[in-house]
T-cell receptor
């Protein structure tokens, strides 16, 4: 059975801090790892990673995948209160297959 | 920017009633999915759909559930006889037909409350 474990489960930081969110996985026929941000409702797509060691970057957010050690990290620098959300990690085990999600990491950024 | 839409945003029903949740995927996408998230729990896969048939389903997706693409734009999830434990947020997602692409875009969800 595919498995995704995220840590920590929750995190409280102050504006301006840098945070690192972790995701480890076990999946048959790994294809990709995705990060989503979930605020009120729908998960919104952040990154998809398929190749090991290649950093994806979007503004203050970046993510990298290690396929040998089966984990990914999501970094957020200079955090803002608008970054407060649940960050979901999901893995896809085949082309266009289902995603298996972790429990999510609740990030709270205090002013 | 195109997005997945879902209706209704909130549905309240009595146990044993049938409900239909509706989704309009992004127009050029060919893969469609339903997930659910029980309050406080992780997002769980229910079913995937491609080329007018189910391509994969989870053990949650039993005989009480069905999916349909009745026309060129809508994608529906039907629960025939709702149970209390069906109360959850139901998300529809769609994915473009790009070789090996797992990138899925989610709709805003329908909150189903079964009383």
């Amino acid at each position: 059975e595919d498995k995704v474990v995220q840590s920590p489960l929750s995190l409280v930081v102050h504006e301006g801090d840098t945070v690192t969110l972790n995701c480890s996985y076990e999946v048959t026929n790994f294809r990709s790892l995705l990060w989503y941000k979930q605020e009120k409702k729908a998960p919104t797509f952040l990154f998809m990673l398929t190749s090991s060691g290649i950093e994806k970057k979007s503004g203050r957010l970046s993510s990298i995948l290690d396929k040998k050690e089966l984990f990914s990290i999501l970094n957020i620098t200079a955090t803002q209160t608008g970054d407060s959300a649940i960050y979901l990690c999901a893995v896809g085990g085949g082309a266009n297959s289902k995603l298996t999600f972790g429990k999510g990491i609740t990030l709270s950024v205090r002013p | 920017e195109p997005e997945v839409t879902q209706t209704p945003s909130h549905q309240v029903t009595q146990m044993g009633q049938e409900v239909i949740l509706r989704c309009v995927p992004i127009s050029n996408h060919l893969y469609f999915y339903w997930y659910r998230q029980i309050l406080g729990q992780k997002v769980e896969f229910l079913v995937s759909f491609y080329n007018n048939e189910i391509s994969e389903k989870s053990e949650i997706f039993d005989d009480q559930f069905s999916v349909e693409r009745p026309d060129g734009s809508n994608f529906t999830l039907k629960i025939r006889s709702t149970k209390l434990e069906d109360s959850a947020m139901y998300f529809c997602a769609s994915s473009p037909r790009t070789s090996g692409n797992n990138e899925q875009f989610f709709g805003p969800g329908t909150r189903l409350t079964v009383l």
